[in-house]
Structures are given as structure tokens and as C-alpha cells.
């Protein structure tokens, strides 16, 4: 006996259970369930497979590595500064070609800065005095550029003065710049180097065509269609396709990403750079008080008697940001499985939406309840 | 009759069918279902849909440019340097406004360094000698500053010396420094510009306020309630946010990350940035070897006769990090029914268990294991 | 009655329903389906849980802060720049200690460049001229060194010269080098400090052990058995580790990506930093074009006349880049009823396709349908 019920219940383990349904021959809510299942298997086959492509395994920790060359001189006169020839090595800061790279477009040059006792610019809130008790000895003058002497500098008794400072004299003359010294700086162009690495799948490849014809990357100019591996642009084309002149940044500078973009499909072998510009300093075309881009830097040298003398620059110039994202995908049966059990979890969702109408909306529901919920009475 | 079959196959697509229930008058385990369906709704309302917004589609794919200015000024005075006048061009490395940036506080000058012949420095272990055997002629000094020139240098026949080496000429004096050299730079601020965009929205905005008043980002400093739109910083106030002295890190240096969090619900137009600071060196409050920031720069000079000579700058500072991070959401049907149907699933999972519950942990269940099953025997 | 009604509507609220399943005794379809439940189990066990942990909530936001820096001096001589010695202030450009640093192993110098006049490098293609009116006056050179004179300097009437240029004189003579001139570099040292946190769980950690004894981090080197938490590398070892001898970048240079994982799991407290190294400028072993990595970078000096003349250095070497991931995950309740409810609507998937083989693909099927749909006919 025992061993029968065993064997019963050995048996029944492969029983297959399946629900039991009972058919309720209501048109609307069956047709409305046939819409909701075609809506789901629409869903299921046409966003998560083909759009999403949930059956693939993705990764998206891409490995990146951006090397940087621009090409291009320029020569400006100012009476600052005289004839001056601006190379590479000069005009991007910092010259060592990484993803983070400022050029130089325009700038203000103060040269021959000794330490000394000068007056403060009248620029400087902070330097302004009427007497020579407001530059206290020894203060520093907030947002200025020395510690005061004590002095009040002015022209006549009554007038408005700046404190006397010690600093690096003379102090700097910033004037709002009228128009761009490096006036071919649009010219210029920028070689952007880019190698990814997708580790999951163990692929990698470069933004640069393979090629032993080593005069291709000395002239060649990216193009979308006819050389989408020659990674070469010209700074006023990058500008033009982030939907600005050059011409608006050249003068105070400004900011633009230059995001590439690795969208890859290794099932069908397909991995290729995309490239986007943006204007990352400005919404819509407002100019404001905020635009533009500068900053100081200097020159150090010693004269003979081992005194210690500068050249001050103020550098305007348009900053290039080279951010890298992307994604490969391969087939998983895995991932096909989660995507495909995630779609179906949504047609319980429709049931239950239809068995709430069935059972509570419609006139006939009663009876539907009755028969559904078996020994409910 | 093939028509009527065919007629009746396909009205019977149109059929809704439905799961036939059985009802177990359980009131134990009834509850224990009613129960986890509330948790589950609650869950549904509660985490999925206030608290984690599942009706919204994100983007997390934030692009982000910052630019930093410093303004504060200092003066120092050492025995080698003397009188030195610090403005931003040389307190800040690199100068040109990244979101990584170093401010001095402390320095130690070795000027006048020239290539000739001197001893090695006490401090490296492999630059001890006691014969000039032990200084191999042309061999590098391990972690030392030049190449060993074949002598040893001692006081006297018994003790030990040091090699001599040719290198940069004094070799520096490096000690432990005992208090910071820019004593103010507690009170230098910096000014953070941050731009981001979401591009799937289209969406871009900026840390600064839109105004046309061009003296409020020159007097302004952030406030989280009066000015949440002046990202302008003292340097002390950030040490202090992140739970730090100043002190506690200007004579040695540290490392300070300032995190720019954008997490805008664009349904209700609620993007503002919101500003963290945390120390980046140092875990609790133990000072280890480990803490601390410095490294060495150096300018480069030529006397009149061509020769080269430099200074050797060793720096202490704090180092800023600035990190933007941040999503935007706005209302998106499929991801609506996604966090629906996910939520639903979990109703599932209920069932299952309550089913367990019922049909082998309760003194009826084999009854009700009759009933649920048709034709188990 | 309404009472009656009303209460009883109460209780069955109370009434656990379940959904009536009908037995298949058929034995393919029932080992089928549990089949399929026994691989769901494996997979909500085996992967969600135990290769996933799909019961943690987890943390990826990792913010970290990385430090390096360079042990290790190199003498060279040239007879452009003689003898001389290279510490870390020199061959590691930026000399800050970032996360993305070069190191110079190979270098070019052309001393003494001053502003004048003198004919372009025969190697720029644009340069080229058979007669003065190539050269037109006041044009710049495209990828060349300065502006044109207007002069076409020939040795002959017949052969093909280079037009004189403005620029910085005399211009660079650059040629392939043949040896790398910072023969040692292969064993300088890098120290890399990384400190990370995880904000979510307010967990932080550092790559370098918290010890008192001060010689231990100028001694150690890393070992992953040995020493894990000395984060002292040579040069050498780097590349090696990245597959690569050190004598196949240092003439022409390279790129290495530093990887440093941290995949902790907090339940344990098991978080340890990993290291990975993988050359990021060469896919396979196939040497081509886009190779190496060089850049010009420039030293300024002034004669006692005040006139500007500069060194240009020209410099090759391996650029490492510091890339910090990682991910922290602890218990959560919820992440657990998320992972295990999303296995559990595998199930579903599982009985739906059971079911489609149980009605149409065996011979019972209609038979089984009758059943399954309780009036259907």
C-alpha cells in the first residue's frame, strides 16, 4: 500500500497542472484581451527586441583612451606683445594633447611684472579709498592683487583713489576685448585620436583608419559618408555643426563637447564612431553675463642680478571637452529570457484589468463571479 | 459545416477566458494574502511611484562642463624666496579653470638650482655610503636626484656619508613644514561655473543666475536659501562643510570633492543643483602617513652666458574635485506600465506562498489540494 | 438583511481565493514543466542569487580621488642639450600627481629658438615652392611653422625649395628617433594613491595600508599576495602586466589604462582594491601608423635685451590613465523581493509554453482543452 502511494506520489510529480479557465463568451472584454495581447507582443517584439535589443548582454563600462594634435600658427602684433608666431606648443594649454584641451584665440599680454609698490586697479572694489587710513598696511586687497602698503594713491584730495599695493607692477589693464588676435584660429585643425576597449567581450578598435598610407592622416578631413575614420576636423567646422559661428566664441571665448558616441552591435559586426557637437556654455541663444572663457598665466624669468621678472597673460580661447560613451551588445540567452519573462509579467497585468471589468463592470458579472470563484456560496 | 466551424473557431478567439478560482473559506491565510497585497500596492504607490518616480523615463547620461576661477591674493616671506606677492596665475596648478584643481598653501623654494656635482641627500637610503665602492660610477641613485659620480663623501674616515652625485645642484632641503606659508588662503573663493545638459530632453541649465546685473557675481557668496544661484565659494567654508578645519589640511595638503548633484523632475520643472562636500584623503578622523598632498614644479632659467639654472618649487595644497553628477525623468507611458507590471509580479510571488501555506502547512489542506486540482485522481 | 449581506461580503473579503488548476496526467508535458521549474530555481539560486547577489542593494555612485607619484631619476646627453638630469618635476607632465600622467621617455630638443626669419622644414607639404609667388606674403603655412615672407629659397633656379617663413628660428629638424634617451625609465616607480567612498552606505577605503612604520611605502613593492595594499609599481612591471615590454613604447611612446576594481560585498566585509592593466593605443599585436605618442612643449627665456627666445621639446613617452570602478552592495529586503519575484515570473513564461505544447502539439489536446476551458462549448 504504502509503496503504491509512493508511487502515487512519484507519479503525480509529473502530473502537469495547468489552470483551469472558464471561457466567458462576453465579446468586449475578449476582444479588449486580444488588443491588450497584441499590444504586449508588439511591445515585446518590436521595443524590447528589435528597438531595445533585449536579447542581447550589454556592456557599458567602455574603456576609453583620447589623444589630441591640432595642426595651425598664427602670428599677432599688438603693441603689448610685438610680432608674435603661435604654434601648437604654445596656443593649446595644456600642451600635452589630453580630452581637456583650451585653445588660445585671444589674449592680453602684460609683460615685464616686477614685484613692487604700485597702485591697485580701480577695477577692484575692494582698493578704493578716500583716505589713507582705508588701506590698512599689511591688509590684503579682496579679489585685488597685492597686500596694501598703507597709501591712499590719489589725484587730488577729494577725489576717489586706489590704495597703494605691493604686487606685481604694473598691475594688469584689462580692457573688454574688441575682437580676436589669433584671427585664424577657425582654421586650425584638431586630430583626435580615440581607442575603446569593450573588456566584456574582449573588443576594441580605434577611431583612426588603419592604413599604411602614411600621407591619408596628413591630409585627409572627416567626413560622414566618404571618411568616417579620418578624424580630422577643422575648429570652425566643429563649431558650425554645434549650431554656432566661430566667430561668437573667438572674441570671450566659450565652451563646446565633442562627444563620440560607440553604439555597438557585435552580433552583426557593426561599430562605428559617431560624432556630436555641442555648445556647452550657453542655453538657447541668450548671451549672458556668465559666456565666455579666460584665464591668467604666466612666464617667469631672472635678469642678470637674479631679480625676478614676468609676463602676465590673459588668454581667451574656446575650451573642447571630448567625452566618450558607448555600449556594445552580443546575444545572451539570458538576457533573451529576463526580457522575454519581463513582457509576459505585463499580459498578468492585463488580465487582471479585464477580470475587473468582467466581474464588476458589465451587467452579466454576477454570474461570472459565481462561476469563477468556485464554492464562493 | 466547415464554414460554421471556422465561424465558430473564430468567434471563440473572441472569447474571454478567465482563471477558475477556487475559494478556500481560510480566514488565516485569506488575511495573510489580503495583507501581502497591501504591502504590495503600498510598495506599487509608495517606493515605485512616489518615492522612485517609475512612471518617469530617466536620463542619466548627464553632460556636464565646469569652469573654476579663483580670486584671493597673499603674500609670503621666506628666507629663500623673500617678499613673494601669490594671485591666482600661481597658486592655482594648472591654471586654466578645470574641474581638478590644486591651490597652494605652503611651498618650499629651492632656487638657483644648477647641474654640477654635490652630495646626495641624507634622506635616500640608497645614496648612503661608507667607501666610493659603494658608489658605483654612472648608476642612478634609487628614489635620489642624479647619477652617482664614483665618490663618497664623509666627514671623516669612520662614519657614513653619502654619495656625490651630479644633478640638480643644492639638492633640496626638504623638512616637515611646521605652519602654512599663505596664511589666508582660507579666504580665496572660488567660482564654479556648471553647465549640463540632458540631451534626451533637450534640456540645459546652469549653476549661475541668469541676471543682468553684473556686480551680483562679484559680491554675492552661495547660499542655500537666499542665494542657491551665487556658486561662489569661500575655501574655508568648504573645508568646513565637508567637516574639516582649514587647518587641519594647510600646512600638509588634502584633497577635497565638491559634488554637484542635478536631480530634475522635469514634469514639475524642479531642476536645481544641489552642492555635498566630503574629504577625499581620510577615512574618520585618524591622521595617517597617507594624508597629505604635494608635489614639485619647476621654473626654468638661462644666465647670460646660455646656461640653464632653475628653481625646484615643493608645493603643499588642497587639491578640489569637482563631480557633477544628476538624472532628469519625465512622465513616459512605457515606463509606466514597466514599474506596473513589475510591481504586479510581485502579487505572484504572493500567491505562490500563500498556495504553499495553504495546501501543506494547514490541518485542510489536503481538502482544499483536492479541490484545486481537478481529476488529481 | 442588509447586515447579513454586508457581513458576509466582509468575510469573503477574508476568503483566500486560488486559482483551480486541472491535472494532465501527461507525462512529456509535466517533466517538461519540471524541467523548466528546476532551471528557474537554478537560476533564481545560482545566478540571481549567488553570481549576482541579487539580494543586496547596491551602491555604484563610487567617488574617488587619485594621487600619483614618481620615483626615479634619469641622466641623458645629447648634443642639442647635453647633460642632463631628469627627475619626476620634469618627465612627469602635468607634475601635479593626476589621475591621467605622462611620462617622457624619449625627447628631441632645438635649443634657443628665436623669432625671425629663416625656410620652412622641407617636410611640410605646403610649405614647398619652385618660385616667389608660391610663397604669397602674409599666408600661414597650413600645418606648417609661420607666416610666409614671400621669398621662395632655393638652392638652384631648377630645384624645388621651401618658402622662407616668419616663425620661431631655427625650425625643429625632427626625425624618427631610433632609442629611447630615458633608457631607465623602465624602473622609475609610480605610486598610486586611491581613496574611494560609497556614499549610499557611507563606506570608505584606501588603497595603501594604514600603517605607523614610515619606511614601510619607500620600500615595498606591490605583490598581489604579498603586499596588496603597497601601490607601488615599476614602470617595467606595468607594461609587462599589459603584455607589452617597456621596449615597445618608450621610443615612440604608448598608453597604458591603469584599472583599479573595487567590487565589494559589505555583508562580508570584503572589499578589496584590484588592479588590471591593459595597453589603450594598439589593438592586437599589429603595429601601425597611429602609434606612439609624442607632443611639443616649450621653456621661455629672456636675454638681457628683454627678447623673447624659447627651448622646444619635443617629447615621447607612455601616458598612464588611472581609471577607478567599482560598486558596493549590502542586504536589502527590497532588492531581494524584486530579484526573486522577476525570477519567479519566469515560471509564468515556463507554463505558457507548457500549456502551448499540452493543447495543440499532443494528441489528447482537445481533450485537455475541453477541461482546461470550463465552458467553452
Chains 1, 2, 3 share one sequence.
Not at 584665440?105 to 575692494?126: H, I, M, R, W
Not at 549650431?243 to 552591435?265: A, H
Not at 591668467?296 to 624669468?301: A, I, L, V
Amino acid at each position: 500500500m504504502a509503496g503504491s502511494f509512493c508511487k502515487g506520489r512519484f507519479f503525480s510529480l509529473f502530473d502537469y497542472k495547468t489552470e483551469k479557465y472558464i471561457v466567458a463568451k462576453n465579446k468586449k472584454v475578449g476582444v479588449l484581451y486580444r488588443l491588450f495581447q497584441l499590444f504586449v507582443f508588439g511591445y515585446i517584439i518590436g521595443w524590447v527586441f528589435i528597438s531595445k535589443k533585449g536579447y542581447q548582454e550589454t556592456d557599458e563600462a567602455i574603456q576609453s583612451s583620447v589623444i589630441t594634435k591640432l595642426k595651425g600658427v598664427s602670428i599677432t602684433n599688438t603693441t603689448e606683445s610685438g610680432l608674435l608666431v603661435w604654434g601648437p606648443e604654445d596656443y593649446v594649454i595644456p600642451p600635452q594633447g589630453e580630452a581637456v584641451l583650451f585653445v588660445v584665440t585671444n589674449f592680453f599680454e602684460t609683460p615685464n611684472q616686477k614685484l613692487g609698490y604700485c597702485a591697485e586697479s580701480p577695477k577692484v572694489l575692494d582698493g578704493h579709498c578716500r583716505d589713507d587710513k582705508d588701506c590698512k598696511k599689511g591688509k590684503m586687497v579682496v579679489a585685488g592683487h597685492g597686500g596694501m602698503s598703507g597709501r591712499c594713491l590719489r589725484k587730488d584730495e577729494n577725489s576717489t583713489g586706489t590704495c597703494e599695493i605691493y604686487g606685481w607692477c604694473p598691475i594688469e589693464k584689462t580692457n573688454r576685448p574688441q575682437r580676436p588676435l589669433l584671427t585664424n584660429a577657425e582654421n586650425f585643425t584638431i586630430y583626435i585620436k580615440n581607442f575603446i576597449k569593450f573588456p566584456k567581450f574582449g573588443f576594441s578598435k580605434s577611431n583612426v583608419l588603419q592604413t599604411t598610407d602614411e600621407s591619408y592622416l596628413r591630409k585627409c578631413r572627416y567626413n560622414e559618408e566618404l571618411h568616417p575614420y579620418c578624424p580630422i576636423f577643422r575648429l570652425g567646422d566643429i563649431t558650425r555643426r554645434a549650431g554656432f559661428k566661430f566667430q561668437d566664441m573667438d572674441t570671450f571665448g566659450g565652451s563646446i563637447g565633442i562627444m563620440i558616441e560607440w553604439d555597438c552591435d557585435l552580433d552583426k559586426g557593426d561599430c562605428h564612431p559617431r560624432y556630436y557637437f555641442t555648445r556647452l556654455d550657453i542655453s538657447g541663444c541668450n548671451k549672458t553675463l556668465t559666456t565666455g572663457f579666460n584665464f591668467r598665466h604666466t612666464r617667469y624669468f631672472k635678469n642678470a642680478a637674479g631679480e625676478s621678472y614676468r609676463s602676465l597673460f590673459k588668454v581667451y580661447g574656446v575650451r573642447f571637452n571630448i567625452m566618450v560613451y558607448g555600449k556594445a551588445g552580443a546575444f545572451s540567452i539570458v538576457s533573451t529570457a529576463i526580457s522575454l519573462a519581463g513582457g509576459l509579467a505585463l499580459l498578468g497585468a492585463g488580465a487582471f484589468f479585464c477580470d475587473l471589468v468582467l466581474l464588476y463592470l458589465i451587467k452579466k458579472g454576477e454570474a461570472y463571479r459565481e462561476r469563477k470563484f468556485e464554492g464562493s456560496r
